[in-house]
């Protein structure tokens, strides 16, 4: 049972254009939703994260959007560079005794062109 | 400085063998983590620890056992290694929720 859905698994985009990548949860009590980024042969880095409080969480570049009724999150990149290309995992946490426990989608690679 | 490091970083090995992985983070958290991604890219977390006591242990073959001897320590040992657990392992650590920070990964290969 996939609770956290990336349904796109590549998404390319322009040099200075925005980036905009999706996660879909299923899980109602999910409260806190982050995004990674991995480059191969790297472990996930920390990007960004939101609680369920909040709809939107920016930091720099990247912003993150909840929309808690359609169980949706994205990330946006402006404006996207050729070293953001990688791996963007989304991930969800229940918190309370799950604390530390993520469960992640399974991955969007992101591509920027010069 | 590597925040939490992994060795090795490459495991090539022969079914049935035991073999252990071994991490080390040096960022003073209380928490440690170890994540399997599997074939499909899917990273699943396998057990945690907070000061050395488990707390998350998922549904895992008891074939691996981690042992956590302090706290900037938590190895992964897998007894009878088989095929399907041919993986790329990930160690991680955090203070709080915000900052989970994972290793490098193993990459194991069961041949």
């Known amino acids: 049972d996939q609770q956290v859905k990336q349904n796109s698994p590549s998404l390319s985009v322009q040099e200075g254009r925005i980036s905009i990548l999706n996660c879909d949860y299923t899980n109602s009590m999910f409260d806190y939703f982050l995004w990674y980024k991995k480059y191969p042969a790297e472990g996930p880095t920390f990007l960004i994260s939101?609680?369920?409080?909040?709809d939107k969480n920016e930091d720099g570049r990247f912003t993150v959007f909840l929309n808690k009724s359609a169980k949706h999150l994205s990330l946006h990149i402006v404006p996207s560079q050729p070293g953001d290309s990688a791996v963007y995992f989304c991930a969800a946490s229940k918190g309370g005794t799950s604390y530390g426990k993520l469960t992640f989608g399974q991955g969007t690679i992101l591509t920027v062109h010069p | 400085d590597t925040a939490v490091s992994q060795t090795p970083k490459y495991l090539v090995t022969q079914m049935g063998n035991d073999k252990s992985i071994k991490c080390e983070q040096n960022?003073?958290?209380?928490?440690m983590y170890w994540y399997k991604q599997d074939s499909k890219k899917f990273l699943k977390i396998m057990f945690s620890y907070n000061n050395k006591e488990l707390i998350i242990n998922e549904t895992v073959p008891n074939r691996f056992s981690p042992k956590s001897p302090d706290k900037a320590h938590l190895n992964l040992h897998i007894n009878s290694l088989e095929l399907g657990d041919s993986a790329v392992y990930f160690c991680a650590s955090s203070q709080d929720i915000q900052t989970i920070y994972f290793g490098p990964g193993t990459r194991l290969l069961v041949l």
């Open positions: 960022l003073g958290h209380d928490t």
């Open positions: 939101i609680s369920s409080i909040k």
